[in-house]
């Protein structure tokens, strides 16, 4: 019989105790045995996923947001135990960009399917140990608005609430002075927002900012943008777009860059997100891990 764990997070935007009772039934029906288990710190998620695998599970699924999900994802590195997603966050850009369905009885139903893929993860060390992120690690602007969002407005207007930050972030976007480094090369740049990607889509499948960002070719891909105004913010941010389809490359206000270890350094500090959670300051080091995991999720 198949072994599975459910980690819910209560308060998660979109999850409830009775669609978690739901996506238990679903895997029950199947055969399965499942154990529930609810977070109520950060860090839950992670012990939570670590204790399965001891156990022998076969999946360890997450009722939650990215955050929750990489938390759990980071007891998973190494092993052969699979992670499923059960989009119930604020945004889950992981499963957009892996096209798991957002509601949760169709992705419960894709893990009982038992398609999987291997993936890359980013692995950061910090004072509390290493963190992982599957999306993207950014410094600047986009985390100050991540930063800056409140739980219950998340809970209240899912992706809308980051909206309502960064309206309120917009006009006081500037740039400062980054330094990078990518694989070992650096460069000194003005820019407002650095991310590092190992997805292409920051709002799946709408805005996609990088068409070689994939999660599973072994790199990173870096995006830098400049902008001391919200005009230059939509415009830098259009432009990214715009170079997806017709590939029209840098500008003095865009730069690309791609490796497999990347270093953000700012003067003065800058905050730093993993996957949408707020995570200290500069600098950071991001060091590709190719194939990290094995996640349910379509073929690509």
Same mark, same amino acid.
């Given at each position: 019989m198949a072994k599975a764990l459910l980690i819910?997070?209560?308060v998660a935007a979109r999850t409830s105790p009775e669609v978690t009772e739901t996506v238990r039934r679903i895997f029950r029906a199947a055969g399965w045995q499942i154990d529930v288990r609810e977070t109520a710190a950060a860090t839950d998620s992670r012990r939570f996923a670590d204790e399965a695998v001891r156990s022998g599970v076969d999946v360890v699924a997450v009722f939650g947001g990215d955050g929750t999900t990489m938390q759990a994802a980071a007891a998973l590195v190494g092993t052969d135990v699979a992670l499923g997603l059960v989009p119930g966050g604020t945004g889950n850009i992981l499963a957009g960009n892996l096209r798991v369905?957002? =509601? $949760?009885?169709?992705? /419960?139903e894709l893990i009982l399917a038992g398609?999987?893929?291997r993936i890359d993860l980013g692995r950061i060390e910090?004072?509390? =140990? $290493?963190?992982?992120? /599957?999306?993207?690690?950014?410094a600047g602007a986009d985390?100050?608005?991540?930063?800056?969002?409140?739980v219950d407005s998340k809970r209240r207007f899912g992706i809308g609430g980051y909206f309502n930050t960064l309206f309120r972030v917009l006009p006081e976007v500037r740039s400062t002075r980054f330094t990078l480094t990518v694989d070992g090369e650096r460069m000194a740049i003005q820019a407002?927002?650095?991310l590092i990607l190992n997805c292409g889509e920051l709002i799946p499948p709408l805005v996609r900012v990088r068409r070689e960002a994939v999660p599973d070719d072994g790199f990173f891909d870096l995006i830098a943008l400049a902008a001391d105004t919200p005009w230059e913010v939509v415009r830098g941010v259009w432009r990214a777009i715009q170079n997806v389809v017709v590939g029209t490359g840098e500008t003095r206000y865009l730069w690309y860059a791609r490796g497999q270890a990347i270093t953000i350094d700012a003067d003065p500090p800058e905050?730093?997100?993993f996957d949408g959670d707020p995570d200290g300051e500069t600098p950071v080091t991001a060091v590709i891990q190719p194939g990290?995991?094995?996640i349910m999720a379509p073929e690509r």
């Open positions: 819910a997070n209560p369905p957002t =509601g $949760p009885v169709q992705a /419960a398609r999987s893929r910090r004072e509390s =140990g $290493p963190q992982y992120f /599957a999306v993207a690690c950014g985390a100050r608005i991540m930063g800056g969002t409140p407002a927002v650095v905050p730093v997100q990290a995991i094995r």
